[in-house]
């Protein structure tokens, strides 16, 4: 974690220190956990970002585990905000015992931000975003970029994971990812899904230069591939039928026995089922 109480107040490791200094800080101060008041431990080193780590591993506030990539992303995205909006950066909310990497003060809305480099359960995500609801919180997931499948131009491998976290930004769906090293916030626009892990999105990429937090919200562009969706899904209808699963038996017995030709689309299907039989 990047904050950590002192005697004196909190300490903030998003604004950068000499090396000299933390190590003086690393010798003279006490350093505690502003969640469960624990001590915690300042960890400055030549390879790893500083940070403050629990000696003892329990905490009341559930958080991912501090990587590098993680802790560089959290602080990239909190200067990026803080530039324009109030935002405090790990702060405690005792109510529901939560500590959002990132909480967002717009003059609408109140965002927790949690940047979700590490998998985390279905149920532990529920639970946290309903605790946030009740805190009067939205919940905003930030996925590590690394997480990122691009298949070709139009078209990303999404695990059931990576679906759970999708947004609305002019009430389409969004998948949001934050690149440390780069810098930018690649956002996946107009999600269409092909296959429970294989979608058509349009990619927008933000940075702090050129774009502000209310950016993540509108869309930025307009779907370009619907063409090759239709060209895909038209590939897949004319082809699942050749190789049919256990599964698929008794739907593809159903539309036999209805007269409809499964590679036909369902709109199509009332009109084509009568001649089926017909033209072949
Ligand atoms: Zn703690």
């Known amino acids: 974690m990047l904050v950590a109480q002192t005697e004196k107040g909190l300490i903030s490791l998003a604004q950068r220190f000499s090396l000299e200094q933390l190590k003086l800080w690393k010798k003279e101060k006490q350093f505690y956990c502003p969640s469960c008041q624990s001590p915690v431990q300042l960890k400055v080193g030549t390879k790893k970002i500083p940070h403050f780590a629990h000696l003892k591993k329990t905490c009341v506030a559930q958080h991912e585990g501090e990587t590098d990539y993680h802790l560089d992303g959290k602080r990239k995205l909190f200067h990026w905000f803080s530039s324009h909006l109030e935002v405090e950066l790990e702060s405690y909310l005792p109510d529901i015992m939560q500590r959002p990497d990132l909480l967002v003060d717009t ?65 389409t769906p969004t998948l949001l990812y934050f690149s440390p090293s780069t810098n930018q916030l690649l956002k996946l626009e107009h999600l269409i899904p092909f296959s429970s892990q294989i979608c058509y999105a349009q990619l927008v990429v933000l940075s702090p230069h050129e774009h502000t937090f209310h950016d993540l ?64």
Request: aromatic content about 18%; overall charge positive.
């Open 107 to 171: 003059p609408s809305q109140k965002y927790a931000i949690e940047f979700q480099c590490a998998s985390l359960s279905s149920s532990a995500l529920t639970k946290r975003s309903i605790h946030y609801e009740k805190g009067n919180y939205i919940p905003l997931w930030i996925m590590g970029a690394k997480r990122m499948k691009r298949l070709s131009t139009y078209m990303y491998q999404l695990s059931f994971q990576e679906w759970q976290f999708l947004t609305l930004s002019d009430y």
């Open 217 to 280: 919200f509108s869309t930025h562009t307009q779907p370009q591939f619907f063409s090759s969706w239709i060209k895909k899904k038209k590939a897949w209808r004319t082809h699942y039928i050749l190789y049919p699963n256990q599964k698929l038996q008794p739907f593809l017995h159903a539309l036999y026995e209805n007269n409809i030709p499964p590679s036909l689309p369902y709109s199509s299907r009332s009109r084509h089922a009568a001649t089926f039989f017909i033209h072949g």
